[in-house]
């Protein structure tokens, strides 16, 4: 289980303030499939927050104490029936799906029509026969074939 210090607890508690659950657990209780969703939850978010259903007190604490023992989370928070939870993001590398031969992502930056805004930046997944202009359109870098029968027909 992670210790945390006071400021540190103080601290997350004020930023779980503005979360929604993400977990319910209801009257079946502590399953393997919520705590399976409590871990996803605290690899993908960090910080969490649970809501028990269930008026038993002394169960809600049982609950919150095995979810941290068993997750090796941190405990931040238990208000009535919500459980705040707090374990490090875990940091994996975000690979891109195959997007094909010759696609690229390109990053487009546009400055404002009057100069004083942000320029706007937009990321952009290029085909293989596109190309970014000067002025930040996309265009095709070559033309597109015309038929020989509709150019002898007009």
Known sequence: MIKL?????SALRAEAHGLKPIVLIGSDGLTANVI??????????????VRVFGD????????????CEQLKAAPV?????????????????????????GMREVTIVKASASGTKRPSVTKVLLKGNE????????KRAKA???????????
């Open 77 to 101: 928070q238990h208000i009535g029936k919500l459980l705040v939870l707090y374990r490090p993001k875990v940091e994996t590398e975000k690979t891109r799906a195959s997007a094909g031969k």
């Open 56 to 67: 038993d007190r002394e169960a809600r604490i049982a609950m919150y104490e095995t979810i």
């Open 5 to 9: 210090t006071p400021a540190e607890r």
């Open 131 to 138: 190309r970014v202009t000067q002025g930040g359109n996309i």
């Open 36 to 49: 399976k969703e409590i871990s996803l939850g605290l690899d993908s978010h960090g910080l969490i927050k």
């Open 144 to 154: 597109r074939q015309k038929s020989t029968k509709k150019s002898v027909l007009s």
